[in-house]
């Protein structure tokens, strides 16, 4: 049993079949990786699991749970975080105040912004804020505005926003979209560095991002998984060339 179970999990949208038949099963402890061609259903499971979307039949449980019917924030509550392809920020405010905010949020419910008073003058959630920040490589700009940040940096910032809180599993959608190869190898870097304890499920064009991370590689194609195994299963695997790259090789 692992910590996720996605059962007999189907999603339609008029007459198009986005999710069918999907069953998957997501080891604690590992980083899973789901790949597929676009259009290949990844975006819409991962909706299921953060509350975006309700399936039309099947089951999704984390840790027992079931994360059907549940709010976005009552998922994150549970131990669930996602770092979305576009990183969801505070632009207006410092670096150290973004982390802050979902810290403040985990440790005392809904954040409520008449509480802002009294999350900065939370001793212990600055600390832990900062020390977060230290693990992503932004201490030293933690009183920066998040405004003037580069791409690969806010990415990181929304790691630390993830990693305060806690997660038993993070939801990675995209984590290197629209990154330059070198912020994409610091991005895998971090990832390999960071949360090793905790759970990673990592939806990711770039094969070379997926072949540095996953432990284990599920592939969707038109909604449906067609092939699941260890990376070193998965390059060789012919169907999944087929549906995936067209026969290329992966």
């Not at 984590?175 to 560095?193: E, H, K």
């Not at 770039?206 to 990376?231: E, N, R």
Request: net charge negative; charged share 20%.
């Amino acid at each position: 049993m692992g910590i996720l179970e996605v059962n007999n999990v189907n999603k339609a949208f008029g007459g198009l079949k986005a999710l069918n038949e999907v069953n998957l099963s997501v080891e604690e402890g590992t980083v899973h990786a789901i790949i597929g061609p676009n259009g290949a259903g990844k975006s819409t499971l991962l909706n299921c699991f953060v509350g975006r979307l309700i399936p039309d039949t099947g089951s999704v449980t984390f840790n027992g749970t079931s994360l059907l019917g549940l709010k976005p924030h009552q998922i994150n509550q549970v131990g669930v975080s996602r770092v979305f392809q576009t990183p969801e920020i505070f632009t207006e405010l410092t670096i150290i105040e973004n982390v802050m905010i979902p810290a403040f949020a985990k440790y005392d419910g809904d954040f409520r912004i008449n509480a802002w008073q009294s999350v900065v003058s939370r001793g212990e959630i600055r600390d832990k804020a900062e020390s977060v920040l230290s693990d992503v490589g932004l201490i030293d700009f933690k009183d920066d505005l998040v405004a003037n940040m580069s791409r690969g940096d806010k990415r990181r910032l929304e790691m630390a926003m993830c990693l305060v809180q806690d997660p038993k599993l993070l939801l990675l959608d995209e984590p290197t979209a629209g990154m330059s190869r070198a912020d994409t190898n610091n991005t895998v870097d971090l990832l390999q560095r960071v949360g090793t304890h905790i759970t990673k499920i990592v939806i990711e064009h770039d094969m070379h991002v997926v072949f540095s991370l996953a432990d284990y590689i599920t592939v969707l194609a038109q909604g449906t998984p067609i092939a699941g195994g260890k990376p070193e299963d998965i390059k060789g695997n012919p169907k999944v060339q087929e549906a995936y790259l067209g026969g290329t090789h992966l």
